[in-house]
């Protein structure tokens, strides 16, 4: 059982930086990829951000490609997302997400991610 808790969230104006964390724990041992998702009221669950297991490869929604970075330090067990010109539309309820095994499922898929945390809000103001 792996536990992922998000933080860094908050209240931001356009423009601004924020950088979001994810901590992992429990049996982190063989944990895969990890992605970052987001949430908007009234809006499915969408794909942000993807890293791989061994940090080689990367992936990004085109909405957030340039702005934002993804990566994850392993001696820490932590995920981290960082944004940067930040919009309004980028409010929403950010998750990140690990795999435990490549299930076939393609990166920007939920259902490939078996271990969810509960997510940290982010607001954007205009």
């Known amino acids: 059982q792996v536990t992922l808790v998000e933080s860094g969230g908050g209240l931001v104006q356009a423009g601004d930086s924020l950088r979001l964390s994810c901590a992992a724990s429990?049996?982190?041992?063989?944990?895969?990829?990890m992605a970052w998702f987001r949430q908007a009221p009234g809006r499915q669950r969408e794909f942000v951000a993807y890293?791989?297991?061994?940090?080689?490869?990367?992936q990004y929604a085109a909405s957030v490609k340039g702005r934002f970075t993804i990566s994850r330090d392993d001696a820490k067990n932590t995920l981290y997302l960082q944004m940067s010109s930040l919009k309004p539309e980028d409010t929403a309820v950010y998750f990140c997400?690990?795999?435990?095994?490549?299930?076939?499922?393609?990166?920007?898929?939920?259902?490939?991610?078996?271990?969810w945390g509960q997510g940290t809000q982010v607001t954007v103001s205009s």
């Open positions: 997400a690990a795999e435990i095994n490549n299930n076939g499922a393609v990166y920007n898929n939920a259902l490939r991610y078996t271990y």
């Open positions: 429990g049996n982190t041992f063989g944990t895969g990829a």
């Open positions: 890293i791989s297991r061994t940090r080689d490869s990367t």
